[in-house]
Each structure stands twice: as structure tokens, then as C-alpha cells.
């Protein structure tokens, strides 16, 4: 059984920041490529940046730059530190491996970007 909880969402102004978390509830958590996805409203949901096991990354072009995803393998858990907010990035935010497990997707974590 696979349980994603994410959190740190909320409302910020344009060119704010904020820290995602999540963690994770599964064996061997440090072998598995993790991403942080996002959806949205009346989108489909998009892949935003991954890490591998090996802490390699890779970023959206949209994120590029403003976006940082991190992991602690010793707490299962995945980071997003998102810096410089646009209104675009406005989306509920959800974490799960990469690819992904279809069946085993958190609530995910609003984010609003607005002023």
C-alpha cells in the first residue's frame, strides 16, 4: 500500500515563494524517481519536476529556474521550494513517483497565486 500526503500549499501574491512537502508511505522509497505534478483547473495534470535516486533532476520548462525539487531519503520525503509565484503556477499540487502509480494519488495541496 502507497500513501501520499503533500502539504504547504496556500494563497501568495505574484513573486512570493513557498516550500512543498511530501511524504510518502513506501518501501524503498529511495530507489524510486519522484515528481512533483500539478493540475490546473480544466487542465490535465502535468508533470513539474522529478528527482531521481541519484538526486538528478529535471524541470518543466514553465518552472525552469524558479522551481526546486529536493528529496531526504532518511524521511521519505519529496520537496518543492517554488520561488518567483506567477498566477500561472496557480494549480493543486500533487506528488507521486515518476512514472507514475495510476492507482496511489495523495489530496494533493492547493496553490494560489493571486494578488
Known amino acids: 500500500q502507497v500513501q501520499l500526503v503533500e502539504s504547504g500549499g496556500g494563497l501568495v501574491q505574484p513573486g512570493g515563494a513557498l516550500r512543498l512537502s511530501c511524504a510518502a508511505s513506501?518501501?524503498?522509497?529511495?530507489?524510486?524517481?519522484m515528481g512533483w505534478y500539478r493540475q490546473a483547473p480544466g487542465k490535465q495534470r502535468e508533470l513539474v519536476a522529478r528527482?531521481?535516486?541519484?538526486?538528478?533532476?529535471n524541470y518543466a520548462d514553465s518552472v525552469k529556474g524558479r522551481f526546486t525539487i529536493s528529496r531526504d531519503n532518511a524521511k521519505n520525503t519529496v520537496y518543492l521550494q517554488m520561488n518567483y509565484l506567477k498566477p500561472e503556477d496557480t494549480a493543486v499540487y500533487y506528488c507521486?513517483?515518476?512514472?507514475?502509480?495510476?492507482?496511489?494519488w495523495g489530496q494533493g495541496t492547493q496553490v494560489t497565486v493571486s494578488s
Open positions: 513506501v518501501s524503498s522509497f529511495r530507489t524510486y524517481v
Open positions: 507521486n513517483k515518476w512514472p507514475s502509480w495510476s492507482a496511489y
Open positions: 528527482i531521481t535516486s541519484g538526486y538528478n533532476t
